[in-house]
């Protein structure tokens, strides 16, 4: 029998790897609209991947305690509105379908922290990145869209 670890942690890869299909003109749109003061982006893949890796760590300890479907179901959820945040907002060219998405990942990480919390502890503690960070890279989308009016 495959392990569950191996499961969540292969569904998040694929998940994750569907980012990925972006465009060249589509970063060249993005790349037109972020600000000077987007100082840190050279960190924000590393940033993800490491809040990834405690999302399906999370994942595997809820599910170990819970065999809750529906709470895969949740992490599943969550996963797939952050990865979409870039195809769609890079395809629609709109800063604020990628505020909307960015704000929707961080209500919905939030409430599986909280549903989380009460079968492992550890599981919601791991998805505290997620939590601190995902409105970080809203907020700055917001900002983004302040000064790029046109890209709304």
């Known amino acids: 029998m495959i392990k569950s670890w191996l499961i969540i942690g292969g569904v998040t890869l694929l998940v ?10 589509d970063r060249k749109w993005f790349n037109r609209l972020r ?21 399906a760590w999370s994942a595997y300890i809820a599910w170990e305690n819970s065999k809750n479907w529906l709470l895969m ?15 769609v907002m890079f395809r629609l060219r709109s800063l604020k379908i990628g505020t909307l998405i960015g704000a929707t990942g961080a209500v919905i990480g939030l409430l599986l922290t909280l549903t989380v919390f009460p ?3 550890w599981a919601a503690l791991l998805l505290v990145p ?23």
């Open 130 to 152: 997620y939590i601190l960070w995902s409105p970080i890279g809203t907020y700055t989308t917001w900002e983004m869209m302040k000064l790029n009016p046109q890209d709304g």
């Open 73 to 87: 179901g949740l992490y599943l959820l969550l996963e797939i509105v952050t990865i979409a945040y870039t195809p």
């Open 35 to 55: 600000p000077s003061w987007l100082t840190f982006e050279f960190a924000i893949p590393f940033i993800w991947i490491t809040i990834f890796i405690c999302g």
């Open 119 to 121: 079968i492992s502890g």
């Open 16 to 25: 994750a790897m569907a980012a990925n299909f972006v465009t060249p003109s």
